[in-house]
């Protein structure tokens, strides 16, 4: 399995500076980008392509915090966390609410399509603004829920900070547990939140 912080030279984290993620991304792929290899043989190149597509690859995970949540917890425990597709308890209200939001908007974006006088179109725009915003307050509150998970990701960093260097019986240590929970809240709050702003998108048309 690659390893894609030691791949991009960062230590292991459940949570990562963005910019300073970015800015050694610019500097790898800079150094490996292909152009740089106008007189270099074939096969020098094609090494080059790999490793940039490494890099490429690489960051694509990390900057994207279910996807990197989901490889630590792959790189500590040695296998894919649990696919679970239950929704945690205290998620329960945030479905039914999203759910029913996003059915509304459905059922609005059917009866707008269906109208074929301009003038009928008009006077729905009204109603499609007032759904606008209760789907844009909806994705403000989930959006700050993010912001606390994204919060606590940063402090669990702390167990792997003190574990760093340290090879064996890592996972015996780590709040894994913790982490793969957090992992499976970001799985559900990440899918609202596209669900929600998709739905936005459609309203503003």
Known sequence: ????????????????????LKQRFHELSTE???DRAHDATDEAKAELQRRFAEVNAAH???REVKSRVRHLLELELGRAPGNVKSIPGEMTEWFMEIGGVCREVDAFIVKKEEQDSPLLQAALMGEGMALNDKVTELHGRLQSELAKVDAELQSLGQAWESLDGQAEERWESLPLARLESLGQRLGFWSKWSDQLAERSSRLMF
């Open 1 to 20: 399995m690659t390893d894609c912080f030691a791949l991009l030279n960062f230590p292991r984290r459940p949570w990562l500076d963005a910019d300073a």
């Open 32 to 34: 490996v980008h292909p």
């Open 60 to 62: 694509q995970c990390l």
